[in-house]
């Protein structure tokens, strides 16, 4: 539970960084590939942020093309 917890608050950390809401990275995930349904990739989003599950390895990634993207 407390990798979880940490999981969580580094995503959340992450999203700040780049500027970025939970419902605008959902967004930024589907523009950029993506092909789940937009309610699909949020309410993924959601439960890393609240700690429901995991940050996994792919998601790592993404959150760091994301900051390459945006030159962070």
């Known amino acids: 539970m407390e990798n979880e917890h940490s999981d969580a608050e580094l ?13 605008s990275f959902a967004r930024w995930m589907l523009e950029h590939g993506d092909n789940r349904p937009i309610q699909t990739i949020a309410r993924n989003v959601r439960r890393i942020a609240n700690g429901e599950a995991k940050l996994s390895g792919e998601m790592r990634i993404i959150l760091h093309f994301a900051s390459q993207a945006q030159g962070k």
């Not at 995503?11 to 419902?23: H, P």
Request: glycine fraction near 0%; charged fraction near 40%.
């Open 11 to 23: 995503f959340r950390a992450k999203l700040e960084e780049l500027d970025m809401t939970q419902a």
